[in-house]
């Protein structure tokens, strides 16, 4: 492998401000009487330079000129700058980056809270916990092709309880048109409509088996042409013969004369009965790792999904793999053509471990579960700047990989060498240490006059 340079290092002065006039997405941050741009880069290198503890009390400190976190907190709550529109530039620079015809990918992400008072907060289900907690629950959208990801869409859900209290949401500047439940479902779908009528150029749509238990998302993607392979649970019911529709004959004299349509023909099945009667499993490579290629035996059978207790009418694919080290079994369904080749289905079904990849991205190098705001426009604020980082780690390396083989974290530790956070003098940490105390004195007697 070719050795890095550290003239190569010195010579690639790269930094979130540059980026952002390049790209002319300082646009994005101006508003009717203001530039909010150098609060936006003081945010940005907060997500991207700062070690762990992202938030705004150590962005003021590490990465302002001044160290006030008022500016970070208009920026992040009031300023009305608008994060959809930023992430519909965030949304075509991604394409531009990773390439066409990628892959969409559906999914949540759950982030834990204390209190009742930040947007969406409920006790939920908690994906990063396996339970129920405390937590805010955001659907996204990812985009990959090859090993490259991106989360490029967001949505925030909100409770039925929040719906119900328009106190509350009236605290938390939700909108007045956002005051309205929608499930999961309906926001996930939403955003793949968004996609469309942007032209972003897309093979197909996966999504975990929570989305693709739903047969009502599976026909709305049918009706758009779309191709789709939605991981299903093990007790999933399906028929592996064309099953004929029709209401039945009445037998006997007694009784009323049957009028409710049903399957004449045949029965439904388990999808993990099917597993244990397979012969002739194919050993396929459906990607490539650190420890050599990841292997599934994998088998497609053709059988009709269900939905409202009877057959839809075309047939699809039920895909079955299992791993070839832990021997779990994963069933997906898929309507790709008939003449899909089987190596091709394989790793469609393993397409959806590049979201996981996406979050651990976001979370991991951009700070996207680290905000301690509440209300609506900041989390939406958060969300579109943390997107927003993850496209300049992004373009930075491909950059610099038509020379080196740089990570993305090889890309942040570039940035922080040209981007050094600010040496904190006596002073500084003088006032630092007395604005502490007085933060603790009025905690202290707020809840003196609580009790």
Request: aromatic share 10%; net charge positive.
């Amino acid at each position: 492998m070719k050795q890095i340079t550290d003239d190569f290092i010195k010579s690639n002065n790269i930094s979130v401000g540059k980026y952002l006039f390049e790209k002319h997405l300082d646009f994005y941050f101006q508003t009717k009487t203001r530039s909010v741009v150098s609060t936006c880069i003081d945010y940005l290198n907060g997500l991207l330079l700062l070690p762990y503890r992202k938030n705004m009390r150590k962005m003021a400190i590490y990465c302002c000129k001044c160290s006030n976190n008022q500016s970070l907190s208009h920026f992040l709550s009031t300023s009305p700058w608008r994060s959809a529109d930023l992430l519909k530039s965030v949304r075509t620079k991604s394409i531009q980056t990773i390439g066409e015809n990628g892959v969409l990918i559906l999914d949540e992400s759950s982030i834990k809270k204390s209190g009742n008072s930040s947007v969406g907060v409920s006790h939920q289900y908690c994906g990063n916990l396996g339970k129920k907690d405390n937590c805010q629950v955001g659907v996204f959208l990812a985009y990959f092709k090859k090993n490259k990801r991106m989360l490029i869409d967001e949505r925030l859900c909100l409770p039925q309880k929040w719906i119900d209290d328009k106190v509350r949401c009236l605290k938390a500047k939700i909108p007045h048109e956002e005051i309205k439940f929608r499930t999961k479902h309906e926001l996930g779908l939403e955003m793949i409509d968004n996609a469309i009528e942007e032209g972003i150029p897309f093979s197909y749509v996966t999504m975990d088996g929570f989305y693709g238990e739903n047969p009502d998302l599976l026909t709305e993607l049918e009706s758009r042409g779309l191709i789709f392979v939605a991981d299903i649970a093990v007790d999933t019911l399906v028929y592996i013969e064309k099953p004929l529709v029709g209401i039945p004959e009445k037998k006997g004299t007694r009784g009323r004369k049957p009028a409710v349509s049903q399957v004449l023909n045949t029965l439904s099945t388990r999808v993990d009965s099917l597993s244990s009667s397979i012969k002739g499993w194919k050993l396929i490579k459906v990607r490539k790792t650190e420890r050599g290629y990841k292997k599934v035996y994998f088998k497609a059978i053709k059988v009709w999904r269900r939905q409202n207790k009877l057959p839809c009418e075309k047939p699809l694919w039920l895909l079955i793999s299992k791993d070839v080290e832990s021997n779990e079994i994963k069933y997906s369904l898929c309507n790709a053509s008939e003449d899909t080749p089987l190596d091709e289905l394989a790793k469609m079904q393993s397409s959806r471990y590049w979201v996981e990849r996406a979050f651990q991205d976001a979370k991991g190098n951009c700070g996207m579960a680290e905000y301690m705001v509440r209300n609506w426009n900041a989390w939406h604020h958060h969300m579109a700047l943390v997107m927003l980082a993850m496209l300049i780690l992004l373009s930075y390396q491909k950059k610099f990989n038509k020379m080196y083989k740089i990570s993305i974290p090889g890309v942040i530790w570039i940035l922080k060498y040209h981007n050094p956070l600010k040496r904190i003098d006596a002073w500084e940490i003088a006032r630092i240490l007395n604005q502490d105390n007085e933060l603790r004195r009025k905690a202290r007697v707020s809840r003196l006059r609580s009790s």
